[in-house]
């Protein structure tokens, strides 16, 4: 045991000291001896793993590690879009990859301009294998539709286009009710606008945008004609403001608002004899679940 030991330890000497074995081998050999028993036991070791790494590297054997983990981008493939309309919008997304957990910091309510932030995480039983380039990314929202919250959202030629259809659709409507009427005014006044306060509270409706109107007709009843004067009001309900600026509006659909209603010889009327009347009955009940903005002068 002990000629095997100083077998190796001659070799590791040898390796170390840049000796060939060529020549004189009794010299080399007390040489060697001569060197070995100078040697710390700690050299001795040194000597020893020196020369298998050197046997080892001459064989073609490599130390074997542990494979490192591949970086990866997580937001590489991601596809982020957004959908619905505003408030009432989301956050969409495919892609990516499974092993990673993605979370935005708004999942929903989100307007064109808002910045979301989506997160990723590495699921736990995939951190041996991969490790992600980054953790965060900005996403820009665009490209959604919203539904109009203030009146001056609405481009004029649009306000104009509403106000025009409703003189026609009251004018039908009279006509419907078998009036023998004649409508010398109808002045459009302004605008009521309500915008729900609580955008996930499922009202039924996002918006509505009334135009008041004061209504002066003469009223003919059996050769008898009068005159009257009453306030009227209208309205549009979940007007949208469409990406490329236009309003998008059901134009078709005649929605009158809560009105009184009064006699006027044989024929019932609905109006409302002041504006008072007319606001709180439209506006005032509704302020609960709506915030209000007034143009009526």
């Avoid at 992600?132 to 649009?158: F, R």
Wanted: with cysteine; glycine share 6%; proline share 2%.
């Amino acid at each position: 045991m002990k000629r095997r030991i100083m077998s190796i330890v001659m070799a590791s000497v040898m390796v170390m000291s840049g000796m060939t074995g060529c020549g004189d081998k009794k010299k080399d050999t007390d040489n060697i001896e001569d060197a070995i028993n100078s040697m710390s036991e700690k050299e001795i070791e040194a000597a020893i793993l020196d020369n298998a790494a050197k046997i080892d590297s001459e064989n073609g054997i490599s130390e074997t590690t542990e494979p490192q983990p591949e970086e990866i981008d997580p937001f590489k493939t991601l596809n982020v879009t957004f959908s619905g309309t505003a408030p009432h919008s989301q956050i969409e997304y495919s892609g990516g990859y499974s092993y990673v957990t993605y979370t935005p910091s708004i999942e929903t309510g989100m307007k064109n301009g808002d910045i979301v932030t989506i997160t990723a995480e590495l699921n736990s039983s995939f951190e041996n294998k991969y490790i992600l380039t980054e953790t965060q990314k900005q996403y820009n929202a665009e490209g959604l539709s919203s539904y109009v919250e203030n009146l001056n959202e609405i481009p004029q030629d649009t306000m104009t286009k509403m106000d025009q259809t409703f003189r026609d659709g009251y004018a039908a409507y009279l006509a419907k009710q078998n009036f023998s009427c004649t409508i010398s005014d109808m002045t459009l006044l302004g605008n009521y606008m309500l915008f729900e306060k609580n955008t996930f509270s499922n009202n039924g409706s996002a918006n509505y945008i009334y135009f008041v109107y004061k209504i002066n007709a003469d009223f003919t009843y059996r050769d008898i004609a009068e005159n009257h004067e009453y306030y009227w009001c209208a309205y549009y309900e979940n007007v949208v403001l469409l990406p490329d600026g236009t309003v998008s509006a059901d134009f078709e659909d005649l929605h009158m608002g809560s009105m009184d209603s009064f006699l006027i010889d044989a024929w019932i009327i609905d109006g409302c004899q002041d504006l008072d009347t007319l606001f709180n009955k439209n506006v005032t009940a509704n302020t609960d679940n709506y915030n209000y903005e007034s143009t009526v002068q």
